[in-house]
């Protein structure tokens, strides 16, 4: 029953102008800044971790700005899934490569594109004696698991990035967490 309400209100979300779904949205985020002090505590925890130069002020307006953002974005599903196909285009506006991203979609439905031979490495890979890790590593171009590990932590963070609104905390803090990673990586 619980789930057929939910849908309902993500039905009737779809149907709302703009900016009364935002208006819900930064009700709600007040409201779950309000009640889930638990949560607030950890983004306010989070925060201060990420970032060390601001002010208690500074990092209390930070975590009621997030708790607004999540939702209203959470909120905007209703008209990203339910709402008329003219409205999402309306609302929706790609940035960024967006010429590459309609190559690879288009990539997609032609003939796959031969994959380039790997870059041939003098240095000795460092094996684990797991048969399936090795080839994982092998396959990937990396000389160990560390470097193995390393990579793939960067390319999670990164993708994880590249997802967040510019400008917004949760990409800052994804852009410090990849330089991490990145120079992991280089000394793996």
Same mark, same amino acid.
């Given at each position: 029953?619980?789930? +057929?309400?939910?849908?309902?209100?993500?039905?009737?979300?779809?149907?709302?102008?703009?900016?009364? #779904? +935002?208006? %819900?949205?930064?009700? @709600? !985020?007040?409201?779950?800044?309000?009640?889930?002090?638990?949560?607030? +505590?950890? &983004?306010? *925890?989070?925060?201060?971790?990420?970032?060390?130069?601001?002010?208690? *002020?500074?990092?209390?307006?930070? *975590?009621?700005?997030?708790?607004?953002?999540?939702?209203? &974005?959470?909120?905007?599903? !209703?008209?990203?899934?339910? !709402?008329?196909?003219?409205?999402?285009?309306?609302?929706? *506006?790609?940035?960024?490569? #967006?010429?590459? @991203?309609?190559?690879? %979609?288009? /990539?997609?439905?032609?003939?796959?594109?031969?994959?380039?031979?790997? /870059?041939? =490495?003098?240095?000795?890979?460092e094996l684990t004696g797991n048969g399936?890790? =090795?080839?994982?590593?092998?396959?990937?171009?990396? +000389?160990?698991? &560390?470097?193995?590990?390393?990579?793939?932590?960067? =390319?999670? @963070?990164? /993708?994880?990035?590249?997802?967040?609104?510019? !400008?917004?905390?949760?990409?800052?803090?994804?852009?410090?967490? @990849?330089?991490?990673?990145?120079?992991?990586?280089?000394?793996?």
């Amino acid at each position: 029953m619980l789930s +057929r309400l939910g849908i309902a209100m993500m039905l009737l979300l779809g149907r709302l102008p703009l900016a009364w #779904v +935002r208006a %819900l949205g930064c009700g @709600l !985020g007040w409201m779950l800044y309000v009640l889930a002090i638990p949560r607030r +505590r950890v &983004a306010q *925890t989070n925060l201060h971790l990420c970032f060390p130069d601001r002010s208690a *002020t500074q990092i209390r307006a930070l *975590t009621l700005g997030t708790f607004v953002h999540f939702a209203q &974005a959470w909120l905007d599903r !209703g008209w990203l899934w339910h !709402g008329a196909p003219e409205v999402v285009r309306r609302r929706l *506006t790609l940035t960024g490569a #967006v010429a590459e @991203l309609q190559g690879q %979609l288009a /990539a997609k439905n032609s003939t796959p594109a031969p994959a380039a031979a790997p /870059a041939l =490495d003098p240095r000795p890979v460092e094996l684990t004696g797991n048969g399936a890790t =090795d080839k994982a590593i092998q396959a990937s171009g990396c +000389r160990s698991l &560390a470097q193995y590990k390393a990579k793939a932590k960067r =390319d999670q @963070l990164f /993708a994880a990035a590249v997802n967040m609104p510019p !400008g917004s905390i949760a990409r800052a803090c994804a852009e410090s967490n @990849l330089a991490v990673a990145q120079r992991e990586l280089a000394n793996a």
